[in-house]
């Protein structure tokens, strides 16, 4: 019989709603239900695509009699993750705090009150390489809460005094300057991973955020190692297990240094930031294979995450059927010597061997492995190898398929947004903005209400219960930002200003410092607030980006000083931790360089006015925001107030740019016009 879960939206909790556990949703009825039986709460939080979530799911919230025993004892609460990233963020703080690391599934038992008192991640079904079992673990908790309460309340009250005291403030840093962004470089250069690319060692993450800085670095100063570092990461990402050699998209990780095995689930946020950051390298160097990436990953996207609503899913899982009823890691993706031979034929399959790096003893598990681009001597036959990407794509299509999250999360959609419209902008796909346009309709009709506040996510064209956080208004805005700059439409603008002025608001305290939840939002242990940004730029430095753009688009003094506040985090931490900072160190380069505004003043169909629209959308500066339409803002383009008093110069379309309140004579003339983009 399905428990509570079976009303949820969110398809990690329906993929629990058969379980034995009586699972509650978070709601203040289960914390009612734990006061009423006089019991605590076992809060389980995971996501869709977690493997080792499907791991203990099956291990032990299955099983009919750890399910039992945890039902007569707790009052067991399960959480996503994705929607409820408040939730997850402040109960995963306190298991940092207690036990130095963190990760999911995260367990954490509560108080009636919600106060944590024990902590954990994942629990095997028996004791294992000194992990208790879940039972044990179970057993030992209800043992202390029935004979050892106050103890229980003591450690409970101590925890919840010693987060609240951790309330993050700027501390006066300022904004950071030339010696800050030139102390994160140099940390940088010292993580950096000179033979395979990347930072640091294993796991080894895509640091989408670190190149974007590297790239803008680059733009605004001529640094020839920034570049090389973001050039170099790039094309060894590119070559490597990580990259779906067939089917383009990113794998969440590697598992090792070399980026040869990844962990097989494909996380939107990633690809979106991904995609962005290869088109961005191409803009900066022309390398083909960035644009080829770019387009890859666009187009992956489009084809594998895009729901019928036009929006975009969360993921796809790691896990599918390996076609023996067993769910296996990475099923979808790998290949042995002889399923090759099975497709290709003996020749075909000796030389994609060669070309993808698949040997006898494989590269992943069970002889298996994973399709690569290693560094071959001699050319490749490029048609011959497209035929066989063609052939094995194939072939893959009739493979059991990997389970897609297909929730709607409003932060996610606003990154697919800015990197589908760039993308589509440079590369002549217009199919690309049309994607982004039909993702921010849906937000905007879906997911916006009349005072501008978002709902985190939907599903099914159902938007959910759960309010959005300080990352979606900030993502969203940026999204919306990017495709004004590409369409010319100047609503978007005017969207991304309602949902600023909301950042404003709701969302900003005293010092320049952010929350990741409204002053209204539902009161948890402690007020969430987070400035690092980790697999996507954190609420905190993504405000501060779209605050900066908004402003040197319209004038706006307020957004302007809001965006230069919250930098001060950027002056603080960003020399000390530059990998967890790579989107605010992005932004500080920004500000560093204006950021500049350009004005493209001419008719849409005009064949003169689109290429000062195209030249200023290439232009490298960073940061720069671009405003396209009729001169004086006519015609629909009321909005864009960079467009107010730019006529045509001598009846041709022009194009000004201007910083620092200074302005440069307008050209008519898209070369003239990337040249002093480019410095």
């Given at each position: 019989m399905p428990n509570r879960l079976a009303h949820e939206t969110s398809p990690y909790l329906l993929q629990h709603a058969d379980n034995p556990v009586d699972w509650w949703p978070w709601s203040g009825?289960?914390?009612?239900?734990?006061?009423?039986?006089?019991?605590?709460?076992?809060?389980?939080?995971?996501?869709?695509?977690?493997?080792?979530?499907?791991?203990?799911?099956?291990?032990?919230?299955?099983?009919?009699?750890?399910?039992?025993?945890?039902?007569?004892?707790?009052?067991?609460?399960?959480?996503?993750?994705?929607?409820?990233?408040?939730?997850?963020?402040?109960?995963?703080?306190?298991?940092?705090?207690?036990?130095?690391?963190?990760?999911?599934?995260?367990?954490?038992f509560l108080t009636p009150g919600a106060e944590p008192f024990y902590f954990g991640t994942y629990f095997p079904p028996a004791p294992r390489h000194g992990m208790p079992s879940f039972g044990q673990v179970l057993q030992g908790v209800?043992?202390?809460?029935?004979?050892?309460?106050?103890?229980?309340?003591?450690?409970?009250?101590?925890?919840?005094?010693?987060?609240?005291?951790?309330?993050?403030?700027?501390?006066?840093?300022?904004?950071?300057?030339?010696?800050?962004?030139?102390?994160?470089?140099?940390?940088?250069?010292?993580?950096?991973?000179?033979?395979?690319?990347?930072?640091?060692?294993?796991?080894?993450?895509?640091?989408?955020?670190?190149?974007?800085?590297?790239?803008?670095?680059?733009?605004?100063?001529?640094?020839?190692?920034?570049?090389?570092?973001?050039?170099?990461?790039?094309?060894?990402?590119?070559?490597g297990g990580i990259y779906d050699q067939l089917g383009g998209g990113f794998a969440r990780y590697s598992v090792d240094r070399e980026w040869v095995v990844p962990h097989f689930e494909k996380m939107l946020y990633d690809n979106a930031l991904l995609c962005r950051v290869y088109a961005h390298l191409w803009r900066a160097t022309g390398s083909d294979l960035a644009r080829r990436v770019a387009l890859e990953t666009a187009d992956f996207m489009v084809r594998e995450l895009r729901t019928a609503e036009g929006g975009f899913a969360s993921a796809l899982d790691a896990d599918s059927d390996d076609g023996t009823g067993r769910h296996v890691e990475g099923a979808y993706y790998v290949w042995t010597p002889a399923q090759l031979r099975e497709v290709l034929g003996e020749e075909d399959a000796a030389y994609a061997a060669r070309h993808f790096g698949v040997t006898e003893e494989g590269t992943f598990e069970e002889g298996a492995s994973v399709l690569q681009l290693p560094q071959h001597a001699g050319v490749a036959d490029a048609g011959r190898v497209e035929r066989i990407r063609e052939r094995l794509l194939a072939a893959r299509e009739e493979r059991p398929r990997p389970g897609r999250d297909d929730k709607i999360v409003a932060a996610w959609?606003?990154?697919?947004?800015?990197?589908?419209?760039?993308?589509?902008a440079y590369f002549d796909r217009p199919d690309l903005v049309e994607r982004a346009t039909e993702a921010a309709d849906l937000l905007v009709r879906l997911h916006m209400d009349s005072g501008a506040r978002l709902t985190r996510t939907s599903r099914d064209g159902r938007?959910?219960?759960?309010?959005?956080?300080?990352?979606?208004?900030?993502?969203?805005?940026?999204?919306?930002?990017?495709?004004?700059?590409?369409?010319?439409?100047?609503?978007?603008?005017?969207?991304?200003?309602?949902?600023?002025?909301?950042?404003?608001?709701?969302?900003?305290?005293?010092?320049?410092?952010?929350?990741?939840?409204?002053?209204?939002?539902?009161?948890?242990?402690?007020r969430p607030q987070d400035p690092t940004d980790n697999a996507a730029p954190s609420g905190w430095t993504a405000a501060a980006g779209a605050l900066l753009a908004y402003a040197a688009h319209t004038g706006s003094e307020a957004h302007r000083t809001a965006a230069e506040g919250a930098l001060g985090v950027v002056a603080a931490l960003g020399p000390r931790a530059p990998r967890f900072k790579g989107w605010g160190l992005a932004v500080a380069e920004a500000l560093?360089?204006?950021?500049?505004?350009?004005?493209?003043?001419?008719?849409?169909?005009?064949?003169?006015?689109?290429?000062?629209?195209?030249?200023?959308?290439?232009?490298?500066?960073?940061?720069?925001?671009?405003?396209?339409?009729?001169?004086?803002?006519?015609?629909?383009?009321e909005e864009f107030p960079l467009l107010r008093d730019r006529p045509l110069v001598d009846g041709r379309p022009a194009a000004y740019v201007c910083r620092h309140f200074t302005c440069d004579a307008p050209t008519t003339d898209a070369d003239e016009l990337a040249r002093t983009l480019a410095n």
């Open positions: 009825e289960a914390f009612e239900e734990a006061r009423r039986r006089g019991v605590p709460v076992l809060l389980s939080v995971g996501y869709s695509s977690c493997h080792w979530c499907h791991v203990m799911a099956h291990e032990s919230f299955e099983d009919e009699t750890t399910a039992a025993y945890l039902n007569e004892h707790f009052v067991p609460v399960k959480v996503d993750r994705e929607e409820r990233p408040d939730v997850d963020a402040v109960y995963m703080e306190a298991v940092q705090a207690a036990t130095g690391h963190g990760g999911w599934p995260m367990t954490v209800a043992v202390a809460w029935a004979e050892r309460r106050e103890e229980v309340d003591e450690v409970a009250g101590n925890i919840v005094r010693e987060l609240a005291g951790r309330s993050l403030v700027p501390g006066g840093a300022g904004v950071p300057g030339e010696p800050e962004l030139a102390q994160a470089l140099l940390g940088l250069t010292r993580d950096y991973d000179e033979r395979y690319g990347g930072f640091g060692g294993a796991p080894k993450f895509p640091p989408s955020m670190v190149v974007e800085f590297l790239l803008r670095h680059h733009a605004r100063t001529g640094a020839e190692g920034a570049l090389q570092m973001a050039a170099d990461t790039c094309e060894a990402m590119a070559r959609n606003g990154l697919a947004i800015a990197a589908l419209a760039e993308t589509g938007a959910g219960a759960n309010a959005g956080v300080l990352e979606d208004y900030a993502d969203v805005a940026e999204g919306f930002l990017a495709l004004a700059g590409v369409t010319g439409e100047g609503a978007w603008l005017e969207f991304a200003g309602f949902l600023l002025d909301l950042v404003l608001d709701r969302f900003t305290g005293e010092g320049g410092a952010l929350y990741d939840t409204a002053h209204d939002a539902e009161r948890l242990i402690r560093l360089d204006g950021p500049r505004e350009v004005a493209v003043a001419g008719r849409p169909d005009d064949p003169a006015a689109r290429a000062l629209h195209r030249a200023a959308l290439l232009g490298t500066a960073p940061g720069a925001v671009v405003a396209f339409g009729e001169p004086g803002g006519g015609a629909g383009n």
